[in-house]
T-cell receptor
Framework: DTGVSQDPRHKITKRGQNVTFRCDPI?????LYWYRQTLGQGPEFLTY????????KSRLLSDRFSAERPKGSFSTLEIQRTEQGDSAMYLC??????????????FGPGTRLTVT | RKEVEQDPGPFNVPEGATVAFNCTYS??????FFWYRQDCRKEPKLLMS???SGNEDGRFTAQLNRASQYISLLIRDSKLSDSATYLC??????????????FGTGTQLKVEL
């Protein structure tokens, strides 16, 4: 399978704990995105990388959230001191620099986070 | 006003029916437009990009009206397998390409026997 992969698929954690999610984009894609989706809503943009550079961050991304893409391949999203309001599906997507105008993004299966 | 607005539905239609979804967006500078499909508890999957001239892919037709800031999706001869949530998606601005997508809340379609 050469699509976007995410790990873990599910995570249950207690409030106050730190969690880290991983995303592996489609291999030839140099752009990587993180989104968050809660029930009944569309995905909301969190942050975006082109290669290893983090080029945009949403105001939704509080200081407790940090994302990295150290070698321009996989990315991690860490949430520190989790809160119940962080419970959501965290989606990763990737796109190709060659697709500059249309910016078609392809999503991974997501990591469903539940904070108890 | 939300950046992308859709009727949440649900649209309950019989198999074989034609159904149309509409969407409006607020940013007139938006450059690219999409319809994604999302099954329950799954990731969004790209259904089709929407071009200014309108485009068709099998039973699916997408239209864009930039003057009215309006996007539509038409599904002909609907199948049970078309049951899903359809997300209207806009790339709000062009900054050299490759930035965030803005999603509507989705329109739920249920195709029934």
């Amino acid at each position: 399978d050469t699509g976007v992969s995410q790990d873990p698929r599910h995570k249950i954690t207690k409030r106050g704990q730190n969690v880290t999610f991983r995303c592996d984009p489609i291999s030839e894609h140099n752009r990587l995105y993180w989104y968050r989706q809660t029930l009944g809503q569309g995905p909301e943009f969190l942050t975006y990388f082109q290669n290893e550079a983090q080029l945009e961050k949403s105001r939704l991304l509080s200081d407790r959230f940090s994302a990295e893409r150290p070698k321009g391949s996989f990315s991690t999203l860490e949430i520190q001191r989790t809160e119940q309001g962080d419970s959501a599906m965290y989606l990763c997507a990737s796109s190709s620099v060659r697709d500059r105008v249309s910016n078609e993004q392809y999503f991974g299966p997501g990591t469903r986070l539940t904070v108890t | 006003r939300k950046e992308v607005e859709q009727d949440p539905g649900p649209f309950n239609v019989p198999e074989g029916a034609t159904v149309a979804f509409n969407c409006t967006y607020s940013n007139s500078a938006s450059q690219s437009f999409f319809w994604y499909r999302q099954d329950c508890r799954k990731e969004p999957k790209l259904l089709m990009s929407v071009y200014s001239s309108g485009n068709e892919d099998g039973r699916f037709t997408a239209q864009l009206n930039r003057a009215s800031q309006y996007i539509s999706l038409l599904i002909r001869d609907s199948k049970l397998s078309d049951s899903a949530t359809y997300l209207c998606v806009v790339n709000p601005s062009y900054t050299g390409g490759g930035n965030k997508l803005t999603f509507g809340t989705g329109t739920q379609l249920k195709v029934e026997l």
